[in-house]
Nanobody, 116 residues
Framework: QVQVVESGGGLVQPGGSLRLSCSAS????????MAWYRQAPGKERELVAH????????TYVESVKGRFTMFRENAKNTLYLQMNSLKPEDTAVYYC?????????WGQGIQVTVSS
């Protein structure tokens, strides 16, 4: 059974950086997209960054453009989210997602807190 695990979260001051990682314990075949989502307290889950594996196109929510970068290490099926110039409004639980034609895999989520 595939397990998806995020790591790299924590507490950081405004303006700081964090790098989130996401890895799958098993083999996930036919991935058509990978993404990072986040959910702040009292808010709905929000798509932060998305990569279409077929065309290799990455898109970002407007609020993180120019600050966040998503990239992947194909050989390890590992996904990263480099977050720079963090703001208090980036505080949320961040989730990794692998999507295939037949399944949708989620990590358990990891807390990112931006506060002085």
């Amino acid at each position: 059974q595939v397990q998806v695990v995020e790591s790299g979260g924590g507490l950081v001051q405004p303006g700081g950086s964090l790098r989130l990682s996401c890895s799958a314990s098993g083999v996930i075949s036919s991935i058509d997209s990978m993404a990072w989502y986040r959910q702040a307290p009292g808010k709905e889950r929000e798509l932060v960054a998305h990569i279409n594996s077929v065309v290799g196109r990455t898109t970002y929510v407007e609020s993180v453009k120019g600050r966040f970068t998503m990239f992947r290490e194909n050989a390890k099926n590992t996904l990263y989210l480099q977050m720079n110039s963090l703001k208090p409004e980036d505080t949320a639980v961040y989730y990794c997602n692998y999507h295939t034609v037949v399944n949708n895999y989620w990590g358990q989520g990891i807390q990112v807190t931006v506060s002085s």
